[in-house]
């Protein structure tokens, strides 16, 4: 059964480095997000990405932060300059085109740790 | 504005008992979807089951089922016969529009006993 999978697992780095985070959504789907979820927290909303731009971006989704789909398989999410808060979980999701529930597959997620 | 709320934090159930985990939203739409996924402690998510506003019927998927009383605006999700495998964080989320992202609910951690 196809799945959503994300790269790295688990990524530790400075707070003001630079983080890369990669997705490859399901290979039909063309709907693509990044879900965020603080320990113990909800998952939040960051981005929609669709037709090669974003749709729709949230309150957290600030200058610091940009999507990418680089080569029609990849879904990337970069953070500039990564500060404490940052830590967290990051979920990648896609959806099919035409699909009325619109329900959304997501990834195992990659767990950031800035230090 | 858009709000989820699961005002479980946390349930227990026996094994093979049936348990019910709560979720109300608030919307102005007429069109939105519910949704409900599982979370392991592993930490991925896990689709369950989904719910259209349009709906008339709730919806059903194996074990689980959505109690759906839109007047009173709760998507209610039942798991029947519980398994110890059904031990998870469980969240509530609601969809505005086609493509649209979702709002999530605080989630309630639900514990099988045997």
């Known amino acids: 059964e196809p799945e959503v999978t994300q790269t790295p697992s688990h990524q530790v780095t400075q707070m003001g480095q630079e983080v890369i985070l990669r997705c490859v959504p399901i290979?039909?789907?063309?709907?693509f997000y990044w879900y965020r979820q603080i320990l113990g927290q909800k998952v939040e909303f960051l981005v929609s990405?669709?037709?090669?731009?974003?749709?729709?971006k949230s309150e957290i989704f600030d200058d610091q932060f940009s999507v990418e789909r680089p080569d029609g398989s990849n879904f990337t999410l970069k953070i500039r300059s990564t500060k404490l808060e940052d830590s967290a979980m990051y979920f990648c999701?896609?959806?099919?085109?035409?699909?009325?529930?619109?329900?959304?597959?997501f990834g195992p997620g990659t767990r950031l740790t800035v230090t | 504005a858009q709000k989820i709320t699961q005002t479980q934090p946390g349930m227990f159930v026996q094994e093979k008992e049936a348990v019910t985990l709560d979720c109300t939203y608030d919307t102005s739409d007429q069109s939105y979807g519910l949704f409900w996924y599982k979370q392991p402690s592993s930490g991925e998510m896990i689709f369950l089951i989904y719910q259209g506003s349009y709906d008339e019927q709730n919806a059903t998927e194996g074990r689980y089922s959505l109690n759906f009383q839109k007047a009173r605006k709760s998507a209610n999700l039942v798991i029947s016969a519980s398994q110890l495998g059904d031990s998870a964080m469980y969240f509530c989320?609601?969809?505005?529009?086609?493509?649209?992202?979702?709002?999530f609910g605080q989630g309630t951690e639900l514990s099988v006993k045997p």
């Open positions: 990405f669709y037709n090669n731009e974003i749709s729709e």
């Open positions: 989320a609601m969809r505005e529009y086609e493509g649209g992202k979702l709002i």
């Open positions: 290979s039909n789907h063309l709907y």
């Open positions: 999701a896609s959806r099919a085109p035409a699909n009325p529930r619109g329900e959304q597959y």
